[in-house]
Protein backbone atom coordinates (compact mmCIF):
# COMPACT_ATOMS: atom_id res chain seq x y z
CA UNK A 1 0.00 0.00 0.00
CA UNK A 2 1.04 3.14 -0.96
CA UNK A 3 2.07 6.29 1.75
CA UNK A 4 2.90 9.73 0.89
CA UNK A 5 5.98 11.09 2.70
CA UNK A 6 6.31 14.96 3.82
CA UNK A 7 9.83 15.23 4.94
CA UNK A 8 10.12 17.69 2.03
CA UNK A 9 6.68 20.09 2.86
CA UNK A 10 6.41 22.90 0.54
CA UNK A 11 7.08 26.58 1.53
CA UNK A 12 3.19 27.09 1.73
CA UNK A 13 2.97 24.32 4.58
CA UNK A 14 6.21 25.11 6.44
CA UNK A 15 4.85 29.00 6.73
CA UNK A 16 1.71 27.51 7.74
CA UNK A 17 3.32 25.07 10.36
CA UNK A 18 5.65 27.55 12.17
CA UNK A 19 2.60 30.39 12.29
CA UNK A 20 0.88 27.74 13.96
CA UNK A 21 3.69 26.72 16.20
CA UNK A 22 4.59 30.23 17.25
CA UNK A 23 0.88 30.75 18.49
CA UNK A 24 -0.34 32.94 15.87
CA UNK A 25 -3.33 30.93 15.79
CA UNK A 26 -6.31 32.16 14.18
CA UNK A 27 -9.76 31.42 16.63
CA UNK A 28 -11.21 27.96 16.64
CA UNK A 29 -14.58 27.51 15.16
CA UNK A 30 -15.49 24.35 16.20
CA UNK A 31 -16.92 23.08 20.39
CA UNK A 32 -14.30 20.12 20.16
CA UNK A 33 -11.93 19.61 22.76
CA UNK A 34 -8.13 21.23 21.68
CA UNK A 35 -5.71 19.03 20.19
CA UNK A 36 -2.08 19.52 18.87
CA UNK A 37 -1.51 21.28 16.03
CA UNK A 38 2.15 19.37 15.48
CA UNK A 39 1.10 18.12 12.15
CA UNK A 40 -0.51 20.72 10.79
CA UNK A 41 1.67 21.21 8.03
CA UNK A 42 1.27 17.23 7.35
CA UNK A 43 -2.71 17.53 7.23
CA UNK A 44 -2.55 20.42 4.90
CA UNK A 45 -0.37 18.70 2.32
CA UNK A 46 -2.71 15.50 2.49
CA UNK A 47 -5.84 17.61 2.26
CA UNK A 48 -4.88 19.68 -0.58
CA UNK A 49 -4.65 16.21 -3.03
CA UNK A 50 -8.05 15.13 -3.29
CA UNK A 51 -6.65 11.62 -3.27
CA UNK A 52 -5.56 9.45 -0.35
CA UNK A 53 -3.82 6.59 -2.10
CA UNK A 54 -4.06 4.59 1.09
CA UNK A 55 -7.91 4.81 1.15
CA UNK A 56 -10.02 1.70 -0.29
CA UNK A 57 -11.60 4.14 -2.49
CA UNK A 58 -8.79 7.05 -2.77
CA UNK A 59 -10.18 9.79 -4.81
CA UNK A 60 -12.28 11.76 -2.09
CA UNK A 61 -12.65 15.06 -4.53
CA UNK A 62 -15.85 15.06 -3.42
CA UNK A 63 -16.05 15.75 0.19
CA UNK A 64 -12.35 17.60 -0.26
CA UNK A 65 -14.26 21.03 0.37
CA UNK A 66 -15.41 19.86 3.36
CA UNK A 67 -12.71 18.13 4.59
CA UNK A 68 -10.46 21.29 4.23
CA UNK A 69 -12.93 23.11 6.04
CA UNK A 70 -13.25 20.75 9.17
CA UNK A 71 -9.33 21.28 9.12
CA UNK A 72 -9.51 24.26 9.08
CA UNK A 73 -11.68 25.31 11.66
CA UNK A 74 -9.90 23.06 14.11
CA UNK A 75 -6.48 25.22 12.70
CA UNK A 76 -5.38 21.88 11.42
CA UNK A 77 -5.52 20.14 14.99
CA UNK A 78 -5.69 16.36 14.46
CA UNK A 79 -8.97 14.84 15.75
CA UNK A 80 -8.72 11.57 15.78
CA UNK A 81 -5.81 10.34 18.17
CA UNK A 82 -4.19 11.80 21.56
CA UNK A 83 -0.81 10.94 22.13
CA UNK A 84 -0.51 8.66 18.95
CA UNK A 85 -3.45 6.83 20.39
CA UNK A 86 -6.96 6.19 18.57
CA UNK A 87 -9.48 8.37 20.67
CA UNK A 88 -12.89 7.03 22.25
CA UNK A 89 -14.35 8.17 18.96
CA UNK A 90 -12.20 7.02 16.95
CA UNK A 91 -12.79 3.66 18.21
CA UNK A 92 -16.15 3.76 18.19
CA UNK A 93 -15.98 4.87 14.44
CA UNK A 94 -13.73 1.62 13.26
CA UNK A 95 -16.35 -0.62 14.85
CA UNK A 96 -19.14 1.40 13.12
CA UNK A 97 -17.26 1.16 10.14
CA UNK A 98 -17.02 -3.07 10.43
CA UNK A 99 -20.56 -3.44 11.33
CA UNK A 100 -21.82 -1.62 8.49
CA UNK A 101 -23.55 -3.79 6.57
CA UNK A 102 -26.22 -3.96 10.04
CA UNK A 103 -27.00 -0.33 8.46
CA UNK A 104 -27.42 -1.62 4.51
CA UNK A 105 -24.17 -0.34 3.89
CA UNK A 106 -21.08 -1.68 2.78
CA UNK A 107 -18.04 -1.71 5.24
CA UNK A 108 -15.35 -1.67 2.94
CA UNK A 109 -16.50 1.40 1.22
CA UNK A 110 -15.09 2.80 4.87
CA UNK A 111 -11.44 0.78 4.77
CA UNK A 112 -13.37 -1.90 7.14
CA UNK A 113 -10.24 -3.80 6.84
CA UNK A 114 -7.61 -1.54 6.61
CA UNK A 115 -7.83 0.14 10.40
CA UNK A 116 -5.92 -2.34 12.23
CA UNK A 117 -2.53 -1.74 10.42
CA UNK A 118 -3.23 1.88 10.11
CA UNK A 119 -3.72 1.84 14.29
CA UNK A 120 -0.46 -0.67 14.52
CA UNK A 121 1.39 1.89 12.80
CA UNK A 122 0.07 4.68 15.52
CA UNK A 123 2.63 3.03 18.19
CA UNK A 124 5.71 4.34 16.38
CA UNK A 125 4.25 8.04 16.58
CA UNK A 126 5.51 8.73 13.30
CA UNK A 127 4.38 11.79 12.05
CA UNK A 128 3.36 10.85 8.36
CA UNK A 129 1.21 7.98 10.00
CA UNK A 130 -0.65 9.88 12.14
CA UNK A 131 -1.54 12.24 10.00
CA UNK A 132 -2.97 9.90 7.32
CA UNK A 133 -4.93 7.91 10.19
CA UNK A 134 -6.58 11.49 10.97
CA UNK A 135 -7.25 12.39 6.99
CA UNK A 136 -8.39 8.89 6.35
CA UNK A 137 -10.85 8.80 9.35
CA UNK A 138 -11.82 12.11 8.72
CA UNK A 139 -12.96 10.98 5.21
CA UNK A 140 -14.67 7.81 6.05
CA UNK A 141 -16.49 9.42 9.22
CA UNK A 142 -17.94 12.26 6.58
CA UNK A 143 -18.57 9.37 4.15
CA UNK A 144 -20.77 7.11 6.92
CA UNK A 145 -22.63 10.34 7.89
CA UNK A 146 -23.51 10.97 4.49
CA UNK A 147 -24.77 8.12 3.30
CA UNK A 148 -26.12 7.20 6.60
CA UNK A 149 -28.01 10.75 6.33
CA UNK A 150 -29.11 11.36 2.72
CA UNK A 151 -28.34 7.62 1.00
CA UNK A 152 -24.71 7.34 -1.07
CA UNK A 153 -26.52 8.22 -4.85
CA UNK A 154 -27.76 10.82 -5.35
CA UNK A 155 -31.93 10.14 -6.77
CA UNK A 156 -31.53 12.72 -8.98
CA UNK A 157 -29.34 10.14 -11.01
CA UNK A 158 -32.09 7.88 -11.55
CA UNK A 159 -34.04 11.49 -12.40
CA UNK A 160 -36.29 10.52 -9.47
CA UNK A 161 -37.77 13.98 -8.25
CA UNK A 162 -36.28 13.45 -4.72
CA UNK A 163 -34.90 16.35 -3.41
CA UNK A 164 -31.96 15.64 -0.99
CA UNK A 165 -30.07 18.68 -0.13
CA UNK A 166 -33.12 19.94 2.58
CA UNK A 167 -31.54 17.25 5.26
CA UNK A 168 -28.04 17.80 4.28
CA UNK A 169 -25.46 18.20 7.01
CA UNK A 170 -22.92 20.62 7.04
CA UNK A 171 -20.01 18.20 7.28
CA UNK A 172 -17.20 19.98 8.64
CA UNK A 173 -19.33 21.57 11.35
CA UNK A 174 -21.13 18.59 12.29
CA UNK A 175 -18.51 16.00 12.39
CA UNK A 176 -16.22 18.41 14.10
CA UNK A 177 -18.72 19.68 16.90
CA UNK A 178 -20.64 16.39 17.24
CA UNK A 179 -18.36 12.96 16.31
CA UNK A 180 -14.94 13.87 17.05
CA UNK A 181 -15.67 13.89 21.36
CA UNK A 182 -18.79 11.34 20.97
CA UNK A 183 -18.47 8.11 23.05
CA UNK A 184 -21.41 6.74 22.39
CA UNK A 185 -20.65 6.33 18.37
CA UNK A 186 -24.30 3.83 17.58
CA UNK A 187 -26.48 6.38 19.85
CA UNK A 188 -24.68 9.42 17.59
CA UNK A 189 -25.41 7.30 14.15
CA UNK A 190 -29.47 6.62 15.37
CA UNK A 191 -29.89 10.19 15.29
CA UNK A 192 -28.56 10.49 11.93
CA UNK A 193 -30.81 8.43 10.39
CA UNK A 194 -34.54 8.70 9.03
CA UNK A 195 -36.84 9.04 11.75
CA UNK A 196 -39.16 6.26 10.34
CA UNK A 197 -40.93 3.10 12.36
CA UNK A 198 -40.93 1.57 8.85
CA UNK A 199 -37.21 2.41 8.53
CA UNK A 200 -36.04 0.80 11.53
CA UNK A 201 -38.10 -2.57 11.04
CA UNK A 202 -36.39 -2.82 7.25
CA UNK A 203 -32.97 -2.31 9.22
CA UNK A 204 -33.59 -5.02 12.02
CA UNK A 205 -34.84 -7.23 9.16
CA UNK A 206 -31.66 -6.82 7.57
CA UNK A 207 -30.05 -7.71 10.26
CA UNK A 208 -32.18 -11.17 10.32
CA UNK A 209 -31.66 -12.17 6.67
CA UNK A 210 -28.25 -11.42 7.63
CA UNK A 211 -27.99 -14.28 9.94
CA UNK A 212 -29.75 -16.08 7.06
CA UNK A 213 -26.94 -15.83 4.87
CA UNK A 214 -24.83 -17.43 7.32
CA UNK A 215 -27.27 -19.95 8.23
CA UNK A 216 -27.31 -20.87 4.62
CA UNK A 217 -23.47 -20.95 3.75
CA UNK A 218 -22.73 -23.40 6.46
CA UNK A 219 -25.80 -25.87 4.71
CA UNK A 220 -25.50 -25.31 1.16
CA UNK A 221 -28.55 -27.28 -0.72
CA UNK A 222 -29.19 -28.08 -4.13
CA UNK A 223 -31.64 -25.38 -5.80
CA UNK A 224 -35.03 -26.92 -5.68
CA UNK A 225 -36.09 -28.20 -9.23
CA UNK A 226 -38.02 -26.30 -11.68
CA UNK A 227 -41.54 -27.60 -12.27
CA UNK A 228 -43.51 -27.38 -15.52
CA UNK A 229 -46.76 -27.21 -14.74
CA UNK A 230 -48.52 -25.83 -10.94
CA UNK A 231 -48.46 -29.03 -9.02
CA UNK A 232 -50.88 -29.12 -5.87
CA UNK A 233 -51.68 -31.39 -2.82
CA UNK A 234 -50.95 -35.14 -3.81
CA UNK A 235 -48.87 -33.82 -6.40
CA UNK A 236 -45.42 -35.92 -7.50
CA UNK A 237 -42.22 -33.75 -6.54
CA UNK A 238 -39.12 -35.55 -6.32
CA UNK A 239 -37.64 -32.55 -3.67
CA UNK A 240 -41.30 -32.55 -1.76
CA UNK A 241 -39.08 -32.78 1.70
CA UNK A 242 -36.34 -29.98 0.60
CA UNK A 243 -39.47 -27.83 -0.39
CA UNK A 244 -40.75 -28.29 3.25
CA UNK A 245 -37.47 -27.37 4.39
CA UNK A 246 -36.76 -24.90 2.47
CA UNK A 247 -40.27 -23.18 3.27
CA UNK A 248 -39.48 -23.83 7.49
CA UNK A 249 -35.77 -21.85 6.60
CA UNK A 250 -37.54 -18.67 5.82
CA UNK A 251 -40.33 -18.89 9.16
CA UNK A 252 -43.51 -19.48 6.23
CA UNK A 253 -43.66 -23.71 7.03
CA UNK A 254 -43.92 -25.71 10.06
CA UNK A 255 -41.72 -28.56 11.01
CA UNK A 256 -43.24 -31.90 10.13
CA UNK A 257 -41.76 -35.27 10.24
CA UNK A 258 -40.13 -34.92 6.48
CA UNK A 259 -38.82 -31.59 7.37
CA UNK A 260 -37.31 -33.15 10.60
CA UNK A 261 -35.60 -35.85 8.73
CA UNK A 262 -37.93 -38.40 10.25
CA UNK A 263 -39.40 -39.70 7.23
CA UNK A 264 -39.19 -38.95 3.24
CA UNK A 265 -42.45 -38.23 1.26
CA UNK A 266 -42.26 -37.61 -3.28
CA UNK A 267 -45.69 -35.79 -2.83
CA UNK A 268 -47.21 -32.26 -2.24
CA UNK A 269 -48.10 -32.52 1.21
CA UNK A 270 -51.38 -29.93 2.89
CA UNK A 271 -48.31 -28.63 5.63
CA UNK A 272 -45.93 -28.18 2.01
CA UNK A 273 -48.99 -26.19 0.33
CA UNK A 274 -50.12 -24.65 3.50
CA UNK A 275 -46.49 -23.26 3.51
CA UNK A 276 -46.38 -22.70 0.16
CA UNK A 277 -49.44 -20.00 0.61
CA UNK A 278 -47.80 -18.14 3.48
CA UNK A 279 -44.66 -17.68 1.23
CA UNK A 280 -46.58 -16.30 -1.74
CA UNK A 281 -48.28 -14.24 0.20
CA UNK A 282 -45.47 -13.01 1.40
CA UNK A 283 -43.77 -12.17 -2.09
CA UNK A 284 -46.49 -10.99 -4.23
CA UNK A 285 -47.39 -14.30 -6.18
CA UNK A 286 -50.80 -15.55 -6.36
CA UNK A 287 -52.18 -17.27 -3.50
CA UNK A 288 -53.20 -20.32 -4.47
CA UNK A 289 -50.61 -23.26 -2.05
CA UNK A 290 -49.34 -24.58 -5.87
CA UNK A 291 -46.20 -25.28 -6.65
CA UNK A 292 -45.69 -22.80 -9.56
CA UNK A 293 -42.80 -22.28 -11.88
CA UNK A 294 -42.60 -18.53 -10.52
CA UNK A 295 -42.81 -19.96 -6.81
CA UNK A 296 -39.98 -22.30 -7.61
CA UNK A 297 -37.78 -19.71 -9.10
CA UNK A 298 -38.74 -17.32 -5.95
CA UNK A 299 -37.40 -19.93 -3.51
CA UNK A 300 -34.19 -20.51 -5.22
CA UNK A 301 -33.34 -16.54 -4.85
CA UNK A 302 -30.65 -16.75 -2.41
CA UNK A 303 -30.20 -15.29 1.02
CA UNK A 304 -27.47 -12.82 -0.11
CA UNK A 305 -30.14 -11.03 -2.84
CA UNK A 306 -32.79 -11.06 -0.22
CA UNK A 307 -30.19 -9.02 1.75
CA UNK A 308 -29.59 -6.49 -1.30
CA UNK A 309 -33.34 -5.63 -1.63
CA UNK A 310 -33.32 -4.39 2.01
CA UNK A 311 -30.39 -2.80 1.61
CA UNK A 312 -31.89 -1.03 -1.31
CA UNK A 313 -34.73 -0.16 0.48
CA UNK A 314 -32.67 1.26 3.34
CA UNK A 315 -31.30 3.58 0.78
CA UNK A 316 -34.04 4.98 -0.56
CA UNK A 317 -35.64 5.72 2.75
CA UNK A 318 -32.75 7.70 3.34
CA UNK A 319 -33.55 9.95 0.19
CA UNK A 320 -36.77 11.22 1.31
CA UNK A 321 -37.17 14.77 2.56
CA UNK A 322 -37.51 15.05 6.50
CA UNK A 323 -41.58 16.12 5.61
CA UNK A 324 -41.82 12.63 3.77
CA UNK A 325 -40.16 10.18 5.65
CA UNK A 326 -43.51 9.83 7.02
CA UNK A 327 -45.90 10.85 4.69
CA UNK A 328 -49.49 10.29 4.83
CA UNK A 329 -50.09 8.76 1.59
CA UNK A 330 -46.99 6.08 0.47
CA UNK A 331 -47.54 4.29 -2.80
CA UNK A 332 -45.55 1.04 -3.05
CA UNK A 333 -44.84 0.74 -7.23
CA UNK A 334 -43.38 -3.03 -6.93
CA UNK A 335 -45.99 -3.98 -4.33
CA UNK A 336 -49.10 -2.08 -6.46
CA UNK A 337 -50.19 -0.94 -2.74
CA UNK A 338 -51.51 2.61 -1.74
CA UNK A 339 -50.91 3.04 2.16
CA UNK A 340 -52.83 5.85 4.11
CA UNK A 341 -51.79 6.64 7.40
CA UNK A 342 -52.86 9.19 10.43
CA UNK A 343 -51.32 11.63 12.32
CA UNK A 344 -49.17 9.51 14.55
CA UNK A 345 -48.40 7.64 11.07
CA UNK A 346 -50.29 4.69 12.02
CA UNK A 347 -52.00 2.64 9.34
CA UNK A 348 -55.57 3.78 8.39
CA UNK A 349 -55.94 2.05 5.00
CA UNK A 350 -54.66 0.04 2.06
CA UNK A 351 -55.69 -0.38 -1.28
CA UNK A 352 -54.83 -1.89 -4.49
CA UNK A 353 -53.17 0.30 -7.24
CA UNK A 354 -52.30 -0.38 -10.66
CA UNK A 355 -48.65 1.44 -12.04
CA UNK A 356 -47.35 2.07 -15.53
CA UNK A 357 -46.45 -0.98 -17.36
CA UNK A 358 -42.83 -2.28 -17.66
CA UNK A 359 -42.82 -2.27 -21.39
CA UNK A 360 -41.90 0.73 -23.41
CA UNK A 361 -41.46 4.22 -21.35
CA UNK A 362 -44.09 3.98 -19.43
CA UNK A 363 -42.91 2.73 -16.09
CA UNK A 364 -44.45 4.74 -12.96
CA UNK A 365 -41.18 6.87 -11.56
CA UNK A 366 -40.60 7.44 -7.80
CA UNK A 367 -40.36 10.84 -6.28
CA UNK A 368 -42.22 12.98 -3.26
CA UNK A 369 -44.44 15.86 -3.88
CA UNK A 370 -47.66 17.59 -1.99
CA UNK A 371 -50.83 16.38 -3.05
CA UNK A 372 -52.83 20.07 -3.59
CA UNK A 373 -55.89 19.81 -5.34
CA UNK A 374 -58.36 16.73 -6.98
CA UNK A 375 -60.60 17.00 -9.72
CA UNK A 376 -64.06 15.46 -9.71
CA UNK A 377 -65.31 14.15 -13.23
CA UNK A 378 -62.24 15.29 -15.02
CA UNK A 379 -61.21 15.86 -18.71
CA UNK A 380 -58.41 13.13 -19.77
CA UNK A 381 -56.31 15.09 -22.26
CA UNK A 382 -54.72 13.15 -24.25
CA UNK A 383 -50.96 13.29 -24.70
CA UNK A 384 -49.71 13.64 -28.36
CA UNK A 385 -47.41 10.51 -28.42
CA UNK A 386 -50.38 9.01 -27.34
CA UNK A 387 -52.76 9.97 -29.73
CA UNK A 388 -50.64 9.58 -32.49
CA UNK A 389 -49.76 6.37 -31.61
CA UNK A 390 -53.42 4.79 -30.34
CA UNK A 391 -56.09 7.00 -32.07
CA UNK A 392 -54.84 8.58 -34.97
CA UNK A 393 -54.40 4.83 -36.71
CA UNK A 394 -58.58 4.33 -35.66
CA UNK A 395 -58.93 8.07 -36.97
CA UNK A 396 -57.45 7.56 -40.73
CA UNK A 397 -59.64 4.30 -40.77
CA UNK A 398 -62.83 5.26 -38.96
CA UNK A 399 -64.16 8.44 -40.19
CA UNK A 400 -65.55 10.00 -36.59
CA UNK A 401 -64.03 7.58 -34.49
CA UNK A 402 -63.21 9.87 -31.78
CA UNK A 403 -66.97 11.42 -31.35
CA UNK A 404 -68.31 7.79 -31.08
CA UNK A 405 -65.68 6.82 -28.72
CA UNK A 406 -66.58 10.17 -26.50
CA UNK A 407 -63.20 12.02 -27.81
CA UNK A 408 -63.70 15.95 -28.72
CA UNK A 409 -60.70 17.64 -30.36
CA UNK A 410 -60.08 21.21 -28.74
CA UNK A 411 -57.40 24.43 -29.13
CA UNK A 412 -54.60 25.24 -26.88
CA UNK A 413 -57.57 27.86 -25.27
CA UNK A 414 -59.72 24.40 -24.50
CA UNK A 415 -62.09 25.41 -27.42
CA UNK A 416 -64.02 22.57 -29.14
CA UNK A 417 -63.26 22.15 -32.69
CA UNK A 418 -64.95 20.64 -35.45
CA UNK A 419 -62.90 21.09 -39.14
CA UNK A 420 -59.83 19.28 -37.58
CA UNK A 421 -57.99 16.72 -39.60
CA UNK A 422 -56.01 13.45 -38.61
CA UNK A 423 -52.76 15.18 -39.64
CA UNK A 424 -53.26 18.28 -36.70
CA UNK A 425 -54.12 15.66 -34.52
CA UNK A 426 -51.23 13.68 -35.05
CA UNK A 427 -48.48 16.63 -35.53
CA UNK A 428 -50.23 18.17 -32.00
CA UNK A 429 -51.68 21.06 -33.55
CA UNK A 430 -54.59 20.08 -31.81
CA UNK A 431 -55.19 18.11 -28.72
CA UNK A 432 -57.76 15.12 -27.97
CA UNK A 433 -59.37 14.92 -24.92
CA UNK A 434 -62.02 12.50 -23.53
CA UNK A 435 -65.31 13.69 -22.26
CA UNK A 436 -65.92 13.46 -18.44
CA UNK A 437 -68.25 10.35 -17.60
CA UNK A 438 -67.89 6.78 -15.94
CA UNK A 439 -66.25 5.59 -19.45
CA UNK A 440 -63.26 8.31 -18.70
CA UNK A 441 -59.71 6.59 -18.62
CA UNK A 442 -59.64 9.03 -15.55
CA UNK A 443 -62.17 7.38 -14.25
CA UNK A 444 -64.76 10.10 -11.88
CA UNK A 445 -62.11 11.24 -9.93
CA UNK A 446 -58.09 12.23 -10.01
CA UNK A 447 -56.02 13.14 -7.17
CA UNK A 448 -53.35 16.04 -8.33
CA UNK A 449 -50.02 16.66 -6.59
CA UNK A 450 -48.26 18.75 -9.88
CA UNK A 451 -44.98 17.01 -11.18
CA UNK A 452 -42.39 17.16 -14.03
CA UNK A 453 -43.76 13.67 -15.13
CA UNK A 454 -47.42 14.76 -15.10
CA UNK A 455 -48.69 11.60 -12.70
CA UNK A 456 -51.27 11.24 -9.99
CA UNK A 457 -53.87 9.36 -8.47
CA UNK A 458 -56.95 8.85 -10.39
CA UNK A 459 -60.01 6.37 -10.60
CA UNK A 460 -60.34 3.77 -13.86
CA UNK A 461 -63.14 2.22 -15.46
CA UNK A 462 -61.14 -1.27 -15.55
CA UNK A 463 -61.67 -2.54 -12.35
CA UNK A 464 -61.13 -6.04 -13.32
CA UNK A 465 -57.86 -5.15 -13.07
CA UNK A 466 -57.47 -4.84 -9.75
CA UNK A 467 -58.00 -8.87 -9.10
CA UNK A 468 -54.84 -9.57 -10.83
CA UNK A 469 -51.48 -10.15 -8.38
CA UNK A 470 -49.16 -8.36 -10.89
CA UNK A 471 -50.77 -4.71 -11.84
CA UNK A 472 -48.68 -3.05 -13.85
CA UNK A 473 -50.98 -2.19 -16.97
CA UNK A 474 -51.04 2.21 -17.08
CA UNK A 475 -49.36 4.25 -19.26
CA UNK A 476 -47.60 6.33 -15.93
CA UNK A 477 -50.34 7.47 -13.30
CA UNK A 478 -51.48 5.05 -10.98
CA UNK A 479 -54.92 4.02 -10.87
CA UNK A 480 -56.63 3.57 -6.84
CA UNK A 481 -58.97 0.45 -6.65
CA UNK A 482 -61.19 2.57 -4.21
CA UNK A 483 -61.34 6.34 -5.16
CA UNK A 484 -64.76 7.28 -3.21
CA UNK A 485 -62.57 6.49 0.18
CA UNK A 486 -60.07 8.17 -0.94
CA UNK A 487 -61.55 11.03 -1.59
CA UNK A 488 -63.27 11.04 1.95
CA UNK A 489 -59.99 10.52 3.37
CA UNK A 490 -58.34 13.31 1.88
CA UNK A 491 -61.13 15.75 2.37
CA UNK A 492 -61.93 14.80 6.15
CA UNK A 493 -62.28 17.85 7.97
CA UNK A 494 -62.60 19.95 5.02
CA UNK A 495 -66.09 21.13 4.09
CA UNK A 496 -67.87 22.31 0.75
CA UNK A 497 -68.40 26.09 -0.14
CA UNK A 498 -72.05 25.21 1.10
CA UNK A 499 -70.67 24.30 4.42
CA UNK A 500 -71.43 20.50 3.91
CA UNK A 501 -69.19 18.06 4.91
CA UNK A 502 -67.24 15.21 2.28
CA UNK A 503 -68.74 12.64 3.38
CA UNK A 504 -68.96 9.65 1.31
CA UNK A 505 -72.94 10.20 0.19
CA UNK A 506 -71.40 13.58 -0.91
CA UNK A 507 -68.42 12.40 -2.91
CA UNK A 508 -70.30 10.17 -4.74
CA UNK A 509 -72.53 12.30 -5.54
CA UNK A 510 -70.00 14.45 -6.90
CA UNK A 511 -68.32 11.67 -9.19
CA UNK A 512 -71.80 10.39 -10.46
CA UNK A 513 -73.87 13.41 -11.12
CA UNK A 514 -71.85 16.44 -10.54
CA UNK A 515 -70.25 19.16 -12.68
CA UNK A 516 -67.72 17.96 -14.78
CA UNK A 517 -64.62 18.96 -14.48
CA UNK A 518 -64.62 20.19 -10.59
CA UNK A 519 -61.87 21.37 -8.96
CA UNK A 520 -61.45 21.32 -5.38
CA UNK A 521 -58.21 22.93 -3.79
CA UNK A 522 -57.08 21.01 0.09
CA UNK A 523 -57.08 24.03 2.94
CA UNK A 524 -53.88 21.83 3.91
CA UNK A 525 -52.03 19.87 1.45
CA UNK A 526 -50.72 16.43 1.49
CA UNK A 527 -47.12 14.79 1.65
CA UNK A 528 -47.27 11.54 -1.07
CA UNK A 529 -44.93 9.58 -1.94
CA UNK A 530 -44.26 7.14 -5.11
CA UNK A 531 -41.95 4.71 -3.78
CA UNK A 532 -40.02 2.17 -4.41
CA UNK A 533 -39.12 -0.62 -2.24
CA UNK A 534 -39.01 -4.59 -3.21
CA UNK A 535 -38.00 -5.38 0.56
CA UNK A 536 -40.12 -3.88 3.87
CA UNK A 537 -41.23 -4.97 7.37
CA UNK A 538 -45.22 -4.65 6.65
CA UNK A 539 -47.71 -4.33 9.50
CA UNK A 540 -47.87 -7.83 10.39
CA UNK A 541 -44.33 -7.68 11.23
CA UNK A 542 -43.30 -9.97 8.43
CA UNK A 543 -40.73 -9.30 5.42
CA UNK A 544 -42.10 -8.86 2.10
CA UNK A 545 -40.45 -9.21 -1.17
CA UNK A 546 -41.54 -8.20 -4.60
CA UNK A 547 -39.88 -8.29 -8.23
CA UNK A 548 -37.79 -6.03 -9.30
CA UNK A 549 -40.36 -4.75 -11.91
CA UNK A 550 -38.71 -1.76 -13.27
CA UNK A 551 -35.01 -2.88 -12.80
CA UNK A 552 -34.71 0.08 -10.69
CA UNK A 553 -32.71 -1.94 -7.81
CA UNK A 554 -30.49 -3.09 -10.56
CA UNK A 555 -29.66 -0.20 -11.79
CA UNK A 556 -28.71 1.08 -8.11
CA UNK A 557 -26.33 -1.59 -8.02
CA UNK A 558 -25.03 -1.12 -11.01
CA UNK A 559 -23.44 2.22 -9.68
CA UNK A 560 -22.67 0.48 -5.99
CA UNK A 561 -20.55 -1.51 -7.06
CA UNK A 562 -18.15 1.04 -8.86
CA UNK A 563 -17.67 2.39 -5.66
CA UNK A 564 -17.39 5.88 -4.62
CA UNK A 565 -17.48 8.75 -5.13
CA UNK A 566 -20.77 7.99 -6.04
CA UNK A 567 -22.77 9.94 -9.20
CA UNK A 568 -25.20 13.07 -8.22
CA UNK A 569 -25.86 13.77 -12.01
CA UNK A 570 -29.24 12.77 -13.59
CA UNK A 571 -28.79 9.60 -16.47
CA UNK A 572 -29.23 11.21 -19.42
CA UNK A 573 -33.03 10.36 -21.02
CA UNK A 574 -34.96 10.69 -23.89
CA UNK A 575 -37.54 14.03 -23.06
CA UNK A 576 -40.70 12.55 -23.32
CA UNK A 577 -44.15 14.82 -24.51
CA UNK A 578 -45.38 17.16 -21.84
CA UNK A 579 -48.73 17.84 -23.81
CA UNK A 580 -51.45 16.45 -22.29
CA UNK A 581 -51.59 13.89 -18.82
CA UNK A 582 -50.71 10.08 -18.50
CA UNK A 583 -52.99 7.24 -17.04
Not at 253 to 258: E, I, L, P, S
Amino acid sequence: MMTVSFRKLGSTCVLAALLLAGGCKKPRKTTSAENTTDYAGNLQALVATKKLPSLRWPNFSDYQASVTQFYNDRNFEVAWTRDAKPTAAAQGSMQAFRTAETKGLIPEDYDASLWTGRVAKLDKKNPDAISEFDVAMTVNVMRYISDLRIGRVNPSHFNFDINVQTKKYDLAEFVSDHAVDVTDIPKLLVSVEPNSEQYRKTEEALGRYLELVKLQAATPREPLPMVTKPLSVGDTYPAAMELEQRLVFEGDGQVTAGVAGMGRTDQITQAGSDGLKAYQHRHGITEDGKLTPQTVKSLNVPMTERVVQLQNSLERWRWLPEEYVNAPLMVNLPEFVLRGFDAQHNLDFTMKVVVGKVVGEHQTPVFAHMMKYLVFRPYWNVPTDIAKKELVPHMSATPGYLESKNYEVVNTKGDVQHGYTTRQVAQGGYMVRERPGPGNSLGLVKFMFPNQYDIYLHSTPSVGLFNRTRRDFSHGCVRVQKPEDLAVWVLQGQKDKDGSDWDLEKVHEAMTTGPDNKTISLKTQIPIVIFYVTGVVEEDGQVYFFDDIYGYDAAMQKVLQKGPPYPVKPEPVVPKTKVGETV
